[in-house]
């Protein structure tokens, strides 16, 4: 079946750190991957998103690059603030039913000052 | 442009009680969707709508039953609660047409069931 894979948290850095997520998923043809944040008290938004393999996901400082070879689309930001701390998920959507989004567990990130 | 929103925000119930959720999107979605999130298993979809008077099982339907009488409003449906429905529950809404499978969500019902 179709599913999500991402790092087990909860994650903690200090600002200015070098942030990676994991996420690997498994489904059959070629998915479109996405990745949505969750902020305290809040539903979750969505982030950056790549719908074919080599695309290249990037807001707000944040970046993934979709891997059809490692079935992978891990997160990443060069230096995180305090204000990134969230629980980001991952998920896909495979291209033959939309309606199917499929989420990982969430990491939750915690950035301290 | 509230997008979506969920009521109510809070509520406890206890086994056997029934209640129902609203969800409202002011965007023109064709498509509505109900989630249940856990901790340590992310969203499941619980059932979806690709438009008004439409309904569709998603991944863990079971004990419970949506309705989407009209097309901004999708109602979820507890008819006798139970301890494992326990969970906060997501609401999200999308337009139809390829290039538009960005999901967008309510703020989220938490509900226990004791």
């Known amino acids: 079946g179709n599913s999500v894979t991402q790092m087990e948290g909860p994650v903690t850095l200090s600002e200015e750190a070098f942030l990676t997520i994991n996420c690997t998923y498994t489904?059959?043809?070629?998915?479109?991957l996405f990745w949505y944040v969750q902020y305290p008290g809040e539903g979750l938004q969505l982030l950056l998103k790549a719908t074919k393999a080599d695309d290249k996901g990037s807001n707000k400082g944040f970046e993934a690059t979709y891997r059809k070879e490692t079935t992978s689309f891990h997160l990443e930001k060069g230096s995180v603030q305090v204000s990134d701390s969230a629980v980001y998920f991952c998920a896909l959507i495979r291209r033959n039913n939309n309606n199917d989004m499929r989420f990982g567990a969430g990491t939750r990130l915690t950035v301290k000052p | 442009n509230a997008g979506v929103t969920q009521t109510p925000k809070f509520r406890v119930l206890k086994t056997g009680q029934s209640m129902t959720l609203l969800c409202a999107q002011d965007m023109n979605h064709e498509y509505m969707y109900w989630y249940r999130q856990d901790p340590g298993m992310g969203l499941r979809l619980i059932h979806y709508?690709?438009?008004?008077?439409?309904?569709a099982k998603g991944e863990v339907p079971d004990g419970y039953n949506v309705s989407r009488l009209k097309k901004q409003n999708f109602l979820l449906g507890l008819e006798s609660a139970a301890p494992s429905q326990t969970s906060v529950y997501f609401c999200?809404?999308?337009?139809?047409?390829?290039?538009?499978?960005?999901?967008?969500f309510g703020p989220g019902t938490r509900l226990t069931v004791t």
């Open positions: 999200a809404s999308r337009p139809s047409g390829t290039g538009s499978d960005e999901q967008y």
């Open positions: 709508s690709v438009g008004e008077g439409t309904t």
């Open positions: 489904a059959t043809g070629y998915p479109s």
